[in-house]
């Protein structure tokens, strides 16, 4: 019951002496699922900013051009964690904070920097050129 704070009988020996049976009518009630067993009620807490995510999540069910630019965009986030997740790179291979943020940024720069290489990207005479390879 909304408002209210029932509890279940419990019967046996407690730490506060023998637990009495209560005879309750609770299964039957319409409104069981919004009974609370707190004995201060329940609290709903909102979040801050709850209108202004209810309209992003409005938006992307019912949006086509904010539907597109997802499907445009999230195969490649995806594909790009996927990377950089794969060959046990999942955990943090080392301890600390410091050791583990390195070891991201460079797995990191070498991913970003292993397309324009499958691109064509070398390095010749000081200077990096763009070569287009041919398929």
Known sequence: MPGR????PRTGQGRRGPHRPVQTHLHRLPLRGSCSTSRTGR???VHPQH???AAAR?????????????????????????????????????????ANNLCLHHRAA???????????LTRANDSWHLTPTIA
């Open 43 to 45: 609290t709903l807490n």
């Open 110 to 120: 070498a991913l970003n920097l292993r397309r324009p290489i499958n691109l064509g």
């Open 58 to 98: 409005h938006q992307a069910a019912t949006d086509p051009a904010w539907q597109n630019e997802y499907r445009r965009w999230r195969p490649p986030v995806e594909r790009a964690i996927a990377w950089l997740v794969a060959k046990g790179n999942r955990r943090v291979p080392y301890r600390g904070v410091i």
């Open 51 to 53: 209108e202004l995510l």
């Open 5 to 8: 704070t029932h509890r279940q």
